[in-house]
């Protein structure tokens, strides 16, 4: 069961209801394509390297209203990108994007209502520059690539809201990574954005996450395929890649939903085997999960945004985070999950603390739920209630001041 804790008078309409069918095309936003913005313009990295020229892949979902004040900007986690929404093609056994649950009509962030934009970070290796695409000279970047951070991020976002001719975002909103882009928005670009969705995130990596990431890059490293990152014409590190993944995805979830998920059941259903094959169903499934992931990520984008991770700290070029977070000027949603380990409630009531000494609107609220950190994509109907309904009292309140003021 999820109960919900903080908050509850920050939502003050009636709870929005999940669809009473499974997420299906029906439910969807549909067939979407990738886009692409070029942009010439130089982008000053903070590691103090500059890129001369990038490319944003990104998706919309929704329609821009003329006034241009219904656009939400959805920022994904590590493994995530543009497509977060809806399909690619009419093919009927492709999976959605990765958030398809919470993006379409009627949904958590109704397209009905507003105009969704998803982009894939800079960095990345879905679409926008990243150390696989073609440095000037026409080879690979690799590790040529500019160090990038979480801020580096938002900066190339400010480009895409430019070329959309959106001076001012209703919401930003995203989930770990995701959530510290939302965070930096409203740090470095005050004046851009109307609210902040912050879901099981963090205002600062800790050195426990710092220690994960490190593993993980670690395992890449000792493939004997990555090559000092110059593998482009060559076999990928597939296997460290993997092992990467397969830590990382441990501490998205909790020991309760690993123990519910799988206990210690074998992969065969009958008797340990004794020997160094797969024993375990949970074995097999954390292959599974590397093997995938595998096939859609590049290895050095990993190493860059677990990099990126690592070296987020709100109050990194202010100061203090004090400093920083006075900086802000819009009302704050912030999601804390008791079973998540990665990012904890602890991190985010910090968060809260800090805001709300300095005067700020903030609605939290502190779930109880057991999948761990992946809970804020897992438990679609109590974010919807949340976020949806958050969302719904911003929307109405800014109808009532438009109204008030005409």
Known sequence: MIVYQGEKHSLTTSPRKRPTQPAHRTNSVGVVKRQYA?????????????????????????????SRTN????????????????????????????????????????????????????????????????????????????????ADMVAAQTHLLDHLGIKRLFSVAGGSMGGMQALQWAVDYPERVGSVLFLASTARSSTQNIAFNEIGRQA???????????YYDAAPPAAGLAVARMIGHISYMSEQSLEDKFGRQTQSGGDLRYDFKTDFAV????QHQGEKFVERFDANSYLYITKALDYYDVSDGYGSARAALERTQCPFLVVSISSDWLYTAAQAQELVDELRALGREVAYHHIEATFGHDSFLVEVETMTNIVGGYLDQLWSKSHTNHRSSG
């Open 71 to 150: 656009a939400i900007l959805i920022c994904h986690a590590l493994s995530g990108d543009a497509h977060v929404a809806g399909y690619h093609t009419t093919d009927p056994d492709e999976k959605p994007g990765w958030w398809d649950d919470a993006v379409g009509p009627g949904k958590m962030f109704d397209t009905n209502r507003f105009f969704i934009i998803c982009s894939n970070v800079i960095g990345g290796c879905q679409g926008s520059t990243g150390p696989a695409s073609l440095a000037p000279d026409g080879s690979p970047y690799a590790l040529r690539f500019p160090f990038v951070t979480v």
């Open 283 to 286: 074995e097999s499934y954390l």
């Open 38 to 66: 070029h942009f010439n313009t130089p982008l000053h990295t903070r590691s103090g390297q500059t890129l001369e020229k990038f490319t944003l892949a990104y998706e919309t979902y929704g329609r821009l209203n003329e």
């Open 220 to 230: 890449i490293y000792a493939d004997p395929n990555w090559n000092q990152g110059d």
